[in-house]
């Protein structure tokens, strides 16, 4: 429900509202994974098309990151 509702304060507001930040690493391989704001960003892919400048993003990167245990 709380993306849900994320998703339709998208949809209906107006103008679009501004979100906070996705904090993002970068992976080992290139990709991209969401480490804050797993909520927000699959609210955005259900109505994204009401965010014509985009969404913005932290994203980090470490050597280390290679190394944890959960990704």
Avoid: Q
């Avoid at 509702?5 to 507001?13: D, K, M, N």
């Avoid at 979100?19 to 797993?38: A, T």
């Amino acid at each position: 429900m709380h993306i849900l509702s994320i998703a339709r304060t998208i949809c209906h507001a107006d103008p679009a509202p501004i979100l906070s930040e996705l904090i993002c690493i970068r992976l080992p391989d290139g990709g991209v994974s969401v480490m804050e704001g797993h909520a927000r960003a699959t609210a955005i892919v259900m109505e994204g098309h009401r965010l014509p400048d985009g969404v913005e993003a932290y994203v980090g990167d470490s050597p280390s990151i290679g190394n944890w245990a959960y990704l």
